[in-house]
Structure formats: C-alpha cells, structure tokens
C-alpha cells in the first residue's frame, strides 16, 4: 500500500515535471510566430533549441513597414548604420511589408542569445526590439 | 454673462500655434531636405460649426512632405485661409516688440475614403475618412514615411472620429510660384460638430522620449468655456498652463470678423490661452471642450475614455417589462406568503412563547 502511494506520488510529480517543462518552453518549437502590432514584437522573448531548424512566421499588423533581423550585437551595430532599403536575401534579414505576412526558416548551430530589431529609423529606440534564447 | 444662452450659440475659437521646435506632426515626407518650418492651426465654433484654420509656412527646400490632422467631423467645405486672422490672435496675447511693430507696418476594401480633396497653392489638402490602418495605409501608399508610434496613434483618434485632413506641401511647386521661405497658406475648414476638441497627442508623433511639444491653444467662447484636462490639473500632467483668461476685446474681435471667411465671429466672447509644454511621452490625450455652457467637457473627446462604439442604451421595452414584473410580483409574492404563513399558523405547532 504504501509502495502504491510512492509510485503514485513519483508519476505525479513526473507530471506535473512535464506540464512545467511545456509551460515555460523548454521543448522547442518547429514554427514561431511572432506578431508585429503597434511597433511591437509579440513576443518579445523567444527560446529555441539549437541544431533544430525553426520557422518564423513573422506577421505585420501594422499600416507602416518593418523590419526583422535577427543577430549577435555586432551585426545590429552594422545594420543601425547600414544603408539597405529592403531585406529578404538573407534568411535572417527580413522585410515585412505593411500588413503582409513573410517567413523564414533558420537553424541556429549552437546555444546563445541573439536579438531580433527592427532597424527602420527610429524603430528600435521606440521598442521593436526582441531576445530569443538558445538552448 | 450669456449663461443662458443656447448651447448651438457658444462659440469656440481654438488656435494652435507650433512653436518654432514643433514638428508638424503627422506624416514626414520622404525628402530630408525639406522641413516644415511650423504648422499654424486654427478651429472655430459657432451655432454648431466648427471653422478651422492651418496655415503652413514655407521652409526652404525642395521636394513633398506634409502632416496629418485628426477632425471632428467631414468638413462641408475645404478653402483658402484669411490673411491675418492667426497671426492677429497671437498679438492679442503675445504683444510684439516696438521693433517689431515698425517692421509690420513696413482605398478598394479596408482603403480609406477619399472625400475631398482641394489644391490651396502649393498645398495639397485630403480629407479621408477610415481606420487607423487605413489611413496610415493611404498615407504609405502616397509617399510618405510615417513614424513607429503611427499605427497607435492613428487608432487612437480613429477610434473616435474617422475623419482626418492630410496636408502634403510641395515644396517645388511653392519655389516656382514664388513663394518665399517663412510664406503660410492658410487653410479655412469649415466642420459641423457638437463640440469642438483640439488634438494635442498627433503634435508628439514621431517624437522620441527626452522630446517636448510646445503650442498654443486659443479659445473663444461665448462664456469662459469648461476644459478636460483642466490646465494645471494634475491629469494635465504639467504640461497645460492657463496664460490667458479674460473677455476678448471688441477690437480683437472686429479686426478678426473683418478677415476673408471669418464673418462667423460674434460681437462678444471669451478669450482662453493654454500654453502647452510637455514631455513628448506624457502627452497622450487631447484638449476636451464644453464650448455649450453645460460645464461637461467630455472624457472620450479628450482621451481618457475607452474607445469604440459606445454601448447601446438599455431598451424601454425590457425596462417595462421588468417594472410591470416587479410590481405584480411583489403583491402576489407577499399574497403568496401571507395564505402559507396563515395555513402553518392554524395547523402547525403553537409558537413558544
């Protein structure tokens, strides 16, 4: 009996384990969307794991045209001064028209954090900024 | 003085004047080169209309840029301005020096409705009805580059009024017809609306924070007309001061009714000047005005309000319903009770006591 009310205690706390784990977003997502309204990034805090190929669905709502790049510190500083009109060579340089939806598909080799910027004149000072976590 | 006076007669005069460091506002023109020296804006009211008046100065440059103005109403008629009408409000309240006195006198679907559009001079004026979205779609879609805070902003008046006045400059235009730099056309709208109510947030757009938006607001009211936020207030957050407060002089009032379109000014009225200098960020309302004597400047019209459709007001049908229900039920219930207490009472067991 009381072995019973061990095994049962263990399955519950494995559980409740993996409810938490789906919660916060350990498990990794295949595809990502990510809203962009009012000059915002919804969300603003992503996690991936690396070596695993993630699509983002990168959705503007807004009337006004954005920007989604995606780097460490030393390529947003190059793209704060940087002179391109339009982006979309890069799988990680998108431009998103005004109320228009584009993806990209990226595969990030090893763990860190990068940050995703609008780099539009005065676009990130205003918050279009975003952290995404690899695991 | 007019306490009594009907709320059609209160008359509301309301000049904004930009500050020589305003922006102008709304839509910033994709030539850098270009700048909009200062944006001059003028509303009226009176027996339900309102007449406002934008004048733009000419700065130099070449190219098209313009600004954006969120109105009450649909305009009914879009003219050129009077001459001196704005620039004799501002000497009402700001003197000029005895130098200065010498040199005078030396959209398919989701688009937004195009529904007018007048060419004043070098002046382009639109008047567009639509969302948010809409108009900032209307906006890209004629050249113009608009601001991160746009899509917020933009709702936020659409939301209350649909209506918006785009003024694009070209600045070309006004170079070959001779205009010289610090030059304004003036622009005379005439709206009929219930109440009249400045925008003050579209005067921070584009603005980062650590920026100010400075103006001046002039009222003219049949009475001393009652303001949401008040100036000084604390929901005025600093930025509203009360610099003038006194009945507007006959000669004031003549030298303004005698400018080409303004023959709607009364004999007598109020005189208010609000001095705006606020932190771009805390600037996130407008200017509500009770220019009707009632003394109830309206809360949606300055921002505070949620927005959207108002809710629909309860029906008379249901309220009746629920009146006759109530009444019967209170005699039949108390009937109902009474027979029950009075059955228990001769059958039951004698109370104690």
């Known amino acids: 009996m009381r072995d019973l009310r061990m095994r049962s205690a263990v399955l519950i706390l494995l559980l409740l384990a993996g409810l938490a784990a789906g919660c916060t977003g350990i498990t990794s997502p295949r595809r990502v969307e990510i809203h962009i309204h009012y000059s915002h990034f919804d969300p603003s805090e992503l996690t991936v794991a690396h070596g695993v190929a993630v699509t983002f669905v990168l959705i503007n709502e807004d009337p006004i045209d954005h920007e989604w790049l995606i780097g460490d510190a030393a390529f947003h500083e190059r793209h704060r001064t940087g002179t391109e009109a339009h982006h979309g060579a890069r799988p990680n340089e998108m431009s998103v028209p005004a109320r228009s939806s584009v993806e990209t598909t990226l595969t990030f080799a090893q763990p860190g954090t990068l940050q995703y910027i609008c780099h539009l004149p005065g676009h990130e000072a205003y918050g279009m900024v975003g952290t995404l976590t690899i695991t | ?353």
């Open chain 2, 1 to 353: 003085m007019r306490r009594l006076a009907a709320p059609l007669a209160a008359l509301a005069l309301i000049l904004a004047i930009a500050a020589p460091t305003l922006a102008c506002g709304g839509l910033i023109g994709p030539n850098g080169a270009v700048n909009l020296l200062r944006t001059t804006t003028l509303a009226g009211y009176h027996d339900g209309v309102e007449h406002y008046v934008t004048a733009f100065e000419f700065a130099g440059g070449g190219g098209a840029f313009g600004s954006i103005t969120p109105l009450p109403g649909i305009p009914s008629s879009v003219v050129r301005g009077g001459d001196w009408t704005l620039q004799r409000l501002v000497r009402e309240t700001n003197p000029p020096s005895p130098e200065a006195l010498s040199f005078a006198a030396g959209a398919a679907e989701d688009r937004a409705v195009v529904l007018q559009q007048v060419r004043i001079d070098a002046l382009d004026i639109t008047i567009l009805k639509g969302g948010g979205a809409e108009i900032g779609v209307w906006a890209k879609e004629h050249g113009f580059s608009l601001p991160p805070d746009a899509p917020e902003v933009l709702d936020f008046y659409a939301a209350r009024s649909p209506i918006f006045m785009a003024a694009s400059f070209d600045a070309d235009a006004a170079a070959e017809r001779g205009q010289a730099i610090g030059d304004g056309t003036p622009v005379h709208l005439t709206i009929p609306t219930h109440n009249p109510w400045v925008p003050l947030r579209i005067l921070a757009l584009g603005k980062t924070a650590g920026e100010t938006v400075q103006a001046d607001v002039y009222l003219l009211t049949d009475d001393r007309p009652a303001l949401l936020p008040a100036p000084g207030s604390k929901l005025a957050d600093g930025g509203l001061k009360l610099a003038h407060n006194e009945a507007a002089s006959g000669e004031l009032l003549a030298d303004l009714r005698s400018d080409k379109g303004m023959e709607w000014v009364p004999a007598a009225a109020w005189l208010t000047k609000i001095e705006i200098d606020a932190a771009a960020t805390s600037l996130r309302f407008d200017l509500a005005i009770d220019a009707s004597g009632a003394g109830r400047p309206s809360v949606r019209d300055a921002g505070f309000a949620p927005f959207g459709p108002l809710p629909a007001p309860p029906s008379w049908n249901l309220l009746w319903v629920m009146l006759v229900a109530f009444s019967l039920g209170v005699p039949i219930g108390g009937g109902w009770l009474l027979v029950n207490a009075t059955r228990n009472g001769g059958g039951g067991r004698p109370l104690a006591g």
